[in-house]
Nanobody, 126 residues
């Protein structure tokens, strides 16, 4: 049974930083693209960032480019999201996502992913 568990969310002032983690269990993630999404109240789930299985290729939504960094440690079976220069617009529940198939790039659509964590709340105060 695959489980993804996010952590690291919390309350931070505008301009601050947080690092989110997503620990995977039930399978190794070393052959899978993984991504981060977020969902603000009343809004659809939004793609944030993605990273290929080897960690050598990443892509970001324009809204976070230059401020957020996605990275992974396959030896620890863990995905990360470093978030800097946070603004109140970054307030949301953040989710990590994993596709079932290996060596594919699902892209920014939530429908391309089979496994999701429970989410971690990030609140940025002004």
């Amino acid at each position: 049974q695959v489980q993804l568990v996010e952590s690291g969310g919390g309350l931070v002032q505008a301009g601050g930083s947080l690092r989110l983690s997503c620990a995977a269990s039930g399978r190794t993630i070393g052959a899978n693209t993984m991504s981060w999404f977020r969902q603000a109240p009343g809004k659809e789930r939004e793609f944030i960032a993605t990273i290929k299985w080897g960690g050598d290729s990443t892509a970001y939504a324009d809204s976070v480019k230059g401020r957020f960094t996605i990275f992974r440690d396959n030896a620890k079976n863990t995905l990360y999201l470093q978030m800097n220069s946070l603004t109140p617009e970054d307030t949301a529940v953040y989710y990590c996502a994993l596709p079932r198939r290996q060596f594919i790039i699902p892209g920014p659509s939530p429908g391309g992913y089979d496994y999701w964590g429970q989410g971690t709340h990030v609140t940025v105060s002004s």
